[in-house]
């Protein structure tokens, strides 16, 4: 089980996702809930097409933190 960082950004009528580690793998949505369920699917179908291709999935990096500023 690998466990990707998505990054959701509010557009102008809607949300939309993408994670560092997989690049060109995006989703979006109406509201967060339905974007992360796209984003999800999404992965879930990038990391399937990689399978058949025989590319090694990618370790995954990508961190995320807030950073307080006063």
């Given at each position: 089980?690998?466990?990707f960082l998505i990054v959701i950004e509010k557009a102008k009528n809607n949300y939309s996702a993408y994670s560092?580690?997989?690049p060109g793998?995006?989703?979006?949505?109406?509201t967060v809930k339905e974007t992360e369920k796209n984003m999800y699917e999404a992965i879930?179908?990038?990391?399937?097409g990689l399978r058949e291709d025989k590319i090694p999935?990618?370790?995954p990096t990508a961190l995320?933190?807030?950073v307080l500023i006063q």
């Open positions: 089980m690998k466990k560092p580690d997989l793998c995006v989703a979006a949505g109406k879930e179908f990038h990391l399937e999935i990618p370790r995320a933190e807030y």
